[in-house]
């Protein structure tokens, strides 16, 4: 797989030039960068002189296709996808970047004859968290299909200086730390400081007389900072693309002139710089429920603004008029977060641009798209009427003019149908009136998505039902996939080398449904055989991090079960632990037993505010406590919380999971695409028919699935007619005894309090069901028990999920938004 590619010198003279790909010519690029601009010489550098050496020899590489994809795109007039965004969780990019180059091989070699540790090298990157979970995931995803499809593109986001936290792990309690990521530089980024572009809040609107003596708004800000681009490249696997990912710094202008405002007030200038600069500053730590902060207003704007006015330069300069800017450009807003640039965007084609609305209005529905990514009703984005008033009032008119315009639509096709026109609004009228921004997107987009086959279907009957009532042509599903290169080409490379050995060739990396070769070599026992000591040189990879970064010692030959995402009540990692407890239980009540051994292995963060979540780590690590120490157990049960869940730390743990849980409560989890990384790598689901793992599902066949618990339909009914929590409780003594041991004060050092709000919460009002799924996830908990006990057949699941996960490739995903939703043709630009 990672083999060095030959490539097509850019100049006759490329392979003895900066940028050629031999291994010579990394060898000495890499010391003349170690040299040139970390300024030390082999014997004095630090491991991270060593690192940006490393790195800025990759990003050599990747400007030299840049300027080659650049001239390619400008000349092609190709359309262009602008990926909106308020995060990108990209994960290291120096791995990534050597195996998308085809050098990771050669320069693993050009390291070794260099004497250098070139694992360490990569370990010493430090990660961009510009995001929280799944969706910043998905972004990075995204970027990584759209290059190697060849499709032109440019992600749009924010440089967070502070992305989200890292968590440690003390006394059992996540503790948050700033993420710094910053402070040793980063060598990936291109500071842009000529493209920079105003942005403004507050203030008040005028009307006027244009030369035409038309009348027209201007708006009388009375802020205004500028939004500065650093640019990140983004290579595609095997091909010449390069594609831009754009994010936005806040600086204080250089235009406004505070000092004339502030004459003599040398302190009031200061503020004004650094107000300015929080804009960018740190990214909002919350998952799903939305922080409905002032600066998280100001952030959504500042960046959908920057963005909608690089977009209007580029066409301008290249294309020209800007009647043709939806030919040239679709936009995809990742979930309500950049869905301001409707309205934004509308303002500059009429204020700035001088159209009409028609005009406007026409251009910029025909430019958007919107991905919703939620069924929970609290994350649905809404802002306060009056703080939106203070802070973008040019934007409050145009969202009352077009909300003004739509309603009539609706009260004409749904004649006297007033509660319906009230639910459609973009208003939600009441003593605290609010703007919804998901009514905004899916007004001024021509194709709404949801992420995955159910969630798609349930949209269209719950949260968006009387848009789909009324377009039901623009609604479409485009189930979420993630990149092969980074999950299993870069993460797990024994896995991948044996991949490509058995289908005969490396054409997976490119096209992941090539992985059905495996399918008729899935009952040889040799290549079982070889599969699980991969799995297993995995595990032991793992159970060695953890040992050296959260103590603890874990057994390579036991079952690995492993639930790793975001604290969230809905995710369920609460029926995880009772099934824990139970098992405790059960090791406690028969210790001749012969039991099946299982480390369980979780990783997460948890939302800063979010109490319940933040004890459910502490029971997590509370449990482990006692279990981890607790001799009669010891030999079938370990628990270990993996801390600081990120990609980098993803990349260890997805490759060594046996079993993948997947249990959120039925109708909640849009898609998930963990679910996704661990089959890719082998592992098992046990999860419930939600989000993205009924696909699954179907691919890798129901025989090679652990399914459990009710379906969105029994939940929906089972909630209409008044779930009870308690009578699960004291219907079933198992249940009860599980969370009476919690009560206990085993697992708290005597304190019989400490869980309570937990246990409480589930006994009273459960609003996840946990308990009425309680049951039958302990018997599909037993049923992979047993399956287990039969390694041959569990190598040969493990091996037909991986053969059947091809749907699963974020370039599938890609390519179906690029036919049924952007309606863009790849560009391949030659290598
Ligand atoms: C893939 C990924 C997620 C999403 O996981 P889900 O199980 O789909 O919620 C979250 N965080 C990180 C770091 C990831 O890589």
């Not at 014997?43 to 840049?66: C, G, I, K, N, S």
């Amino acid at each position: 797989m990672t083999k060095a590619q030959p490539s097509e010198p850019l100049s006759p003279a490329r392979e003895h030039t900066r940028t050629g790909m031999s291994k010579t010519a990394l060898k000495q690029a890499y010391i003349d960068n170690l040299f040139y601009i970390q300024g030390r010489f082999r014997e004095v550098a630090t491991p991270h002189d060593l690192y940006m050496a490393a790195a800025f020899t990759a990003r050599d590489r990747l400007l030299a296709r840049w300027v080659k994809s650049a001239q390619f795109y400008k000349t092609s007039h190709a359309r262009t996808v602008c990926y909106l965004s308020a995060e990108f969780l990209l994960g290291p990019h120096l791995a990534n970047n050597l195996v998308n180059l085809g050098i990771a091989q050669v320069s693993r070699e050009a390291g070794e004859e260099l004497d250098l540790d070139f694992a360490a090298i990569l370990e010493e990157e430090e990660e961009p968290g510009l995001g929280n979970g799944g969706l910043g995931r998905l972004a990075a995803c995204f970027m990584d299909s759209l290059s190697t499809l060849g499709i032109p593109a440019i992600g749009y986001g924010i440089r967070y200086e502070f992305g989200i936290f890292d968590q440690a792990i003390e006394n059992g309690w996540q503790v948050e730390k700033s993420d710094t990521w910053l402070r040793n530089g980063n060598p990936w980024e291109i500071p842009r400081p000529k493209i920079c572009f105003p942005v403004r809040y507050g203030g008040h609107t005028e009307q006027y007389r244009n030369h035409d003596g038309q009348t027209r708004t201007r708006w009388v800000p009375d802020m205004e900072i500028c939004g500065m681009a650093y640019d990140t490249p983004i290579l595609g696997y095997g091909v010449g693309n390069v594609n831009l990912l754009r994010l936005w710094k806040a600086e204080a202008s250089q235009s406004f002139d505070f000092q004339a405002f502030n004459v003599g007030d040398y302190y009031g200038a200061v503020h004004a710089k650094i107000e300015a600069e929080t804009i960018s500053k740190v990214l909002y730590p919350n998952d799903e429920p939305e922080a409905g902060k002032e600066l998280r207003l100001k952030q959504q704007y500042f960046f959908v603004s920057c963005s909608m006015q690089d977009m209007i330069r580029l066409h301008l300069n290249t294309v020209g008029p800007l009647e043709t800017f939806a030919e040239k450009f679709a936009a995809q807003l990742n979930d309500t977060h950049p869905a301001l640039a409707v309205a934004e965007l509308m303002r500059l084609f009429m204020d700035d641009h001088d159209m009409t609305w028609e005009q406007a209005w026409d251009i910029t529905r025909r430019t958007f798209c919107y991905t919703n990514h939620t069924l929970l009703p609290e994350a649905l984005e809404t802002w306060s009427v009056s703080l939106f008033e203070r802070l973008l009032p040019r934007h409050l008119e145009i969202v009352y003019e077009i909300n003004r315009r739509f309603l009539d639509e609706v009260r004409v096709y749904f004649i006297r149908d007033e509660e319906r026109v009230a639910r459609m609004s973009l208003i939600a009228e009441g003593d605290d009136r609010r703007i919804r921004m998901a009514n905004l997107a899916v007004v001024g987009s021509h194709a709404v998505n949801g992420v995955a086959a159910l969630h798609s279907e349930l949209i269209k009957t719950t949260i968006l039902k009387d848009f789909h009532d009324l377009w039901p042509e623009k609604f479409h599903n485009v189930t979420n996939g993630v990149t092969q290169r980074r999950f299993v080409v870069v993460s797990n490379p024994r896995l991948s080398d044996l991949i490509t050995e058995i289908c005969g060739s490396d054409r997976w990396i490119r096209n992941l449904s090539c992985l059905r070769d495996l399918e008729r070599h899935a009952d040889d026992p040799d290549l079982q055989a070889r599969w699980r000591r991969v799995k297993i040189a995995a595990k032991r990879d793992l159970a060695a991090w953890l040992g050296r970064n959260a103590g603890g010692v874990l057994d390579p030959q036991a079952l690995f079960d492993v639930q790793a995402k975001r604290l969230h009540e809905y995710k369920r990692q609460h029926l995880n632990l009772l099934h824990i407890v139970r098992f405790y239980q059960r090791i406690k009540l028969n210790p001749n037993q012969d039991f099946v051994p299982r480390a369980f292995i979780f990783g997460g963060k948890a939302a800063p505010g979010y109490y319940l979540a933040k004890l459910i780590i502490k029971l997590i690590n509370s449990v482990a406590e006692v279990v981890n120490h607790d001799p009669q157990v010891n030999g079938f049960i370990r628990v270990a919380f993996l801390p600081d869940f990120n990609v980098k730390n993803g990349q260890r743990l997805y490759p060594a999971a046996d079993l993948s849980e997947q249990i959120s409560l039925a109708g909640k989890e849009a898609s998930g695409t963990g679910n996704m990384k661990f089959s890719m790598n082998g592992a098992l689901t046990i999860g419930t028919l939600d989000g993205a793992n009924v696909e699954i599902r179907e691919e890798v066949g129901a025989d090679n699935f652990f399914l459990f618990g009710m379906t969105a339909e029994e939940v929906r009914q089972k909630q209409s007619e008044g779930y009870r929590p308690w009578d699960y409780y004291h219907g079933d003594h198992e249940l009860k005894s599980d969370i009476d041991l919690i009560n206990s004060g085993l697992f708290s050092h005597g304190d019989t309090n400490l869980f309570r709000p937990l246990t409480d919460h589930l006994i009273n009002h459960d609003p996840f069901m946990v308990l009425a799924d309680y049951r039958a996830y302990l018997e599909c908990q037993d049923r992979v028990s047993e399956a287990w006990r039969n390694p041959s057949n569990w190598d040969r699941m493990s091996i037909l999920n991986v053969a059947r996960m091809g749907k699963f490739s974020s370039d599938r995903a890609i390519q179906e938004y690029a036919d049924n939703i952007w309606n863009i043709k790849p560009e391949p630009v030659d290598l």
